[in-house]
């Protein structure tokens, strides 16, 4: 390979949050040019469709359900429509030829059952996908590496499929 050649093989979109979102539509519109997708704490749904997790979050966590409703109303403020799959790639219809995806979800977390549905309709679809679900951790917290075992097991996580550049399994 000359120097002016890209390796897929060596290629990985990932995100958090709203990053986790673009990665996931990075990844669909770059079927083949990637090997891993690292999405964590992705924000894979903006519609407002019902799910154990959003309930949970609006009952007992009101501050990250008001963020969590902030960020769908940025979406459709854009000019974006929620229902489309570029913006919520959990409605997306064809997901085969996706690359594997490792999907890291909080346990308080409005997307947290989106990402497990997520994880299914792309194992569904014959694309090699893990689910986590982190106890102890909110949305956004991931990153208090110093501070939470969970978050430190999350950060290993991500680091042992970057490396990999493989789902572990």
């Given at each position: 390979?000359?120097?002016?050649?890209?390796?897929?093989?060596?290629?990985?979109?990932?995100?958090?949050?709203?990053?986790?979102?673009?990665?996931?539509?990075?990844?669909?519109?770059?079927?083949?040019?990637v090997a891993l997708q690292l999405l964590e704490a992705p924000v894979l749904d903006v519609t407002?469709?019902?799910?154990?997790?959003?309930?949970?979050?609006?009952?007992?966590?009101?501050a990250l359900d008001a963020m969590r409703?902030?960020?769908?109303?940025?979406?459709?403020e854009a000019g974006a429509d929620p229902a489309d799959p570029e913006v919520s790639p959990l409605l997306a219809g064809d997901l085969a030829g996706l690359p594997p995806a490792l999907l890291l979800a909080a346990d308080v977390d409005p997307w947290r059952e989106d990402a497990v549905r997520y994880a299914a309709a792309l194992s569904g679809a014959g694309v090699s996908a893990?689910?986590?679900?982190?106890?102890?951790?909110?949305?956004?917290t991931q990153s208090f590496v110093e501070l939470l075992p969970a978050a430190r097991r999350w950060h290993a996580e991500c680091v042992a499929a970057l490396s990999t550049m493989a789902v572990p399994s």
């Open positions: 390979m000359s120097g002016s050649e890209v390796d897929p093989a060596r290629i990985a979109v990932g995100g958090e949050s709203a990053g986790g979102n673009l990665a996931a539509v990075a990844a669909s519109r770059m079927r083949g040019a407002g469709t019902p799910s154990a997790s959003r309930d949970e979050v609006e009952r007992d966590f009101p409703r902030r960020t769908a109303r940025r979406y459709v893990r689910v986590s679900v982190f106890e102890g951790i909110v949305h956004g």
